[in-house]
């Protein structure tokens, strides 16, 4: 009897434990996403709070030796940090804004500048082609010829489309300046009113949660927090180096609009299994064989030496940044692209850090310690019959 009512409670509470679990799932794929859209002013301007408390703390510490008032110390405090970093947002808004604008506009101009010179290049393209007609089977001939149009239209589509997407983009920025400035507003009033009262906030909710599930969400956070952070500080860490190496080739080239280049870059380099080399090598193809062989080469090394340097880095950097292996990550990355795409390649490095994290966090060894249990007692109901 004994026996029977522990493999009841045991069942019980491997379901409930399963029912939590896919509420849990459903609440991440359903409900976050619309929490986090609702209300992504406010949890950035906590994320940005939470990070920047130590700091008011250390210095309202500091200034309550020189016997100034606590409160009237801390709001200062938390006012000047909050106009510190409004002043250092915008500003670091309007360069990036007004350097892309400024070099894709160039770029536009540029390319419709110049012409004649792509079509020329264009133009050696199609006779080099047609030179191989004696050695090419007729199909992959057309194949060629199709693809040399279809770039050229792309290109002077590109060029006219670019200038004015980009003006279009413009106005339809200041259009929706209201409602960036109430979202703005709203980001940088929660950002003083939450670092004016972070301790007290946070004690509060700490006075009103389970001891027990306190230490086992304060466990949870710790881990996740740690392996996430690692995460985007890798991603981050690499697109700097992506960055700073593709601003300093081209410059060292000289290369015109090298900014908006290395820029563009770095953003390809974070998308997995696809990296700079993807855009760079095929670049360096069409150059070479519009004739301009030193630009071509150039480009080529720069796509092969960057990937070698890469694929070197980023072991260690993502080693040591989250303690996920290499192997593990390529099977983030591949179950998420069979998941959902490329957003899955981003995400599901990050969800593998999490699930270790989770793992690693001790909470679900009860979970597992009934797992082993109920594997024991079905072998030995096998084996007994």
Do not use: C
């Amino acid at each position: 009897m004994h026996t029977s009512s522990s493999n009841i409670k045991l069942f019980k509470r491997l379901l409930v434990r399963l029912i939590l679990t896919i509420l849990l799932i459903l609440a991440v794929f359903y409900l976050l996403p619309k929490v986090i859209h609702l209300l992504f002013p406010i949890l950035l301007a906590y994320l940005v709070a939470a990070m920047v408390n130590p700091l008011v703390n250390k210095i309202n510490h500091w200034l309550s030796k020189t016997k100034f008032n606590y409160s009237f110390s801390r709001n200062i405090i938390t006012l000047l940090l909050t106009l510190i970093i409004l002043i250092i947002i915008s500003l670091v808004i309007y360069l990036v804004t007004a350097k892309i604008i400024q070099e894709i506009i160039g770029l536009a101009l540029n390319i419709q500048d110049n012409w004649s010179n792509i079509v020329s290049a264009f133009e050696k393209l199609e006779s080099w082609i047609g030179k191989q007609v004696v050695i090419l089977p007729g199909p992959a001939v057309e194949l060629l010829e199709n693809f040399t149009e279809s770039i050229l239209n792309f290109i002077q589509n590109f060029s006219s489309n670019l200038l004015t997407h980009t003006v279009s983009s413009t106005g339809w920025i200041i259009s929706r300046t209201g409602t960036f400035s109430l979202n703005f507003i709203t980001f940088f009033l929660a950002l003083y009113f939450l670092m004016s009262d972070f301790n007290m906030i946070r004690g509060f909710v700490i006075q009103r949660i389970d001891r027990q599930l306190l230490n086992s969400l304060s466990l949870l956070k710790n881990s996740a927090l740690k392996g996430v952070i690692g995460y985007i500080k890798t991603q981050f860490i690499l697109a700097g180096i992506a960055f700073v190496f593709m601003f300093l080739a081209f410059t060292i080239y000289q290369h015109p609009y090298s900014f908006i280049i290395a820029l563009a870059l770095a953003i390809v380099d974070i998308i997995p299994l696809l990296g700079t080399i993807a855009v760079l090598v095929p670049w360096g193809a069409i150059e070479l064989i519009g004739g301009d062989t030193t630009k071509g080469v150039f480009l080529i090394l720069l796509g092969v030496i960057f990937f070698v340097f890469r694929r070197l880095t980023e072991p260690k950097v993502m080693g040591k940044q989250t303690g996920l292996l290499p192997l593990l990550a390529l099977i983030g990355i591949y179950a998420g692209i069979q998941f959902s795409g490329l957003w899955g390649a981003l995400l599901g490095p990050l969800v593998m850090i999490l699930a270790i994290s989770v793992f690693n966090s001790g909470i679900l060894d009860n979970t597992i310690a009934d797992l082993k249990e109920v594997y024991h007692k079905t072998a030995w109901l096998l084996a007994r019959n």
